[in-house]
């Protein structure tokens, strides 16, 4: 967990596909410890094409049961479907980078928090977010795993005022 917080959690990601990878990977998390995705992670890749959006939005039945077979992923039809869909949603959208950064109006906001019990795990625009991507046929985006999403891709710094990365982070996005 160390060298993901340190270099990639919170890092802004403008990526369509590692972003749309994230999407997923966020989304997989529910109900889970994020480190159980991330020790999993390499395995995602390999069962889900490199998270090729225009690839998985071709799966089909043959594919969902190769992956609910595949146990170096969690084996959720839930999430697998939701996968598959979240692809298709993803590619039906413009430009999907975009519209997740409109959010936080195109830049990362610079929260101060000084304690991991002030970082909610909620806010309006994950609320927001969540609304927008569900109303477009995007699954397992709840407010709770859009603000996750949020932090990971780096909309919102929430890296602890002491934590050295939140300085560095936002100097990054400062220029």
């Known amino acids: 967990m160390r060298a993901y917080h340190d270099t990639e959690w919170g890092v802004p990601l403008r990526d369509p596909h590692r972003l749309f990878e994230l999407l997923c990977l966020e989304g997989a998390q529910a109900g889970l410890a994020w480190i159980t995705i991330l020790r999993r992670r390499e395995a995602y890749r390999a069962a889900f094409a490199g998270f090729s959006a225009a690839r998985i939005a071709r799966f089909d039945v043959d594919d969902r049961e190769r992956l609910l077979a595949d146990a170096g992923i969690v ?3 839930s999430k697998v479907d939701a996968f598959i869909g979240n692809a298709r949603a993803w590619l039906a959208v413009e430009d999907p980078v975009a519209l997740i950064w ?3 109006d195109g ?4 929260n101060r928090w000084v304690a991991a019990a002030d970082v909610p795990a909620v806010t309006e ?3 927001a977010l969540s609304n927008e991507l569900r109303a477009r046929g995007f699954r397992f ?3 709770t795993i859009a ?3 949020m932090q990971s891709a780096g909309l919102v710094n929430d890296h602890l005022l002491g934590c050295f990365r939140h300085a560095e982070l936002a100097a990054e996005e400062n220029g």
């Open 141 to 143: 985006i709840g407010p």
């Open 125 to 127: 625009r994950s609320q």
């Open 75 to 77: 084996r959720n039809r």
């Open 102 to 104: 409109s959010f936080v």
């Open 147 to 149: 603000y996750a999403l």
């Open 107 to 110: 830049g990362t906001i610079q």
